[in-house]
T-cell receptor, first 115, second 114 residues
Framework: GAVVSQHPSRVICKSGTSVKIECRSL??????MFWYRQFPKKSLMLMAT?????????EQGVEKDKFLINHASLTLSTLTVTSAHPEDSSFYIC???????????FGQGTRLTVV | AQSVTQLGSHVSVSEGALVLLRCNYS??????LFWYVQYPNQGLQLLLK??????LVKGINGFEAEFKKSETSFHLTKPSAHMSDAAEYFC????????????FGAGTRLFVKA
């Protein structure tokens, strides 16, 4: 299958700082990318959907000013956690798909720890 | 609204035994259903998917799932468990709410005993 790469795989940051997570589709052009958050031993919660060149659509309850999503190219989407706090510590996973009716492929996830 | 429910947050089987992970869906339209596996600190890998073709779907690693409309189920099975099958398994449904999205069940952790 296609490859989606997330970077970094792990990050530790201080409370109050911002951290950026990258999601890249390595061998296909991703018109749509999704960002999920996974709490320990829990399922994946969809945070937002981003289409290349347009603003992200956030799920209910997700703070768009807190979790900034940019999908500036067909191979890259970024999630920036602004003014991070310990409660933002989580596993963040992106997925990407080429078209409306195509399979979505998942990145390997990013473990964020805010201290 | 379309959703999936996974019955049992934990399932434990012996090596070589049958694996059965349960998933029921709720949908007013023919659903697209998926099973994913997640190993610790990793992303998700697609095991198999149902897209309204054959009701018995074969996936990777010896897994298969059967779509049963009458029972609104899409249970995942494997005849003989391996130690390497120990992981978290997620059932998921694709929904169309202003664009296609994948919604996940709560997950079932599979333990395999030697």
């Amino acid at each position: 299958g296609a490859v989606v790469s997330q970077h970094p795989s792990r990050v530790i940051c201080k409370s109050g700082t911002s951290v950026k997570i990258e999601c890249r589709s390595l061998d296909f052009q991703a018109t749509t990318m999704f960002w999920y958050r996974q709490f320990p031993k829990k399922s994946l919660m969809l945070m937002a959907t981003s289409n290349e060149g347009s603003k992200a659509t956030y799920e209910q309850g997700v703070e768009k000013d807190k979790f900034l999503i940019n999908h500036a190219s067909l191979t890259l989407s970024t999630l920036t956690v602004t003014s991070a706090h310990p409660e933002d510590s989580s596993f963040y996973i992106c997925s990407a798909r080429a078209g409306m009716d195509t399979e979505a492929f998942f990145g390997q996830g990013t473990r964020l720890t805010v201290v | 609204a379309q959703s999936v429910t996974q019955l049992g947050s934990h399932v434990s089987v012996s090596e070589g035994a049958l694996v059965l992970l349960r998933c029921n869906y709720s949908s007013s339209v023919p659903p697209y259903l998926f099973w994913y596996v997640q190993y610790p600190n990793q992303g998700l890998q697609l095991l198999l998917k149902y897209t309204s073709a054959a009701t018995l779907v074969k996936g990777i690693n010896g897994f298969e799932a059967e779509f049963k409309k009458s029972e609104t189920s899409f249970h995942l099975t494997k005849p003989s468990a391996h130690m390497s099958d120990a992981a978290e398994y997620f059932c998921a449904v694709r929904v169309n709410t202003g664009g296609f999205k994948t919604i996940f069940g709560a997950g079932t952790r599979l333990f395999v005993k030697a």
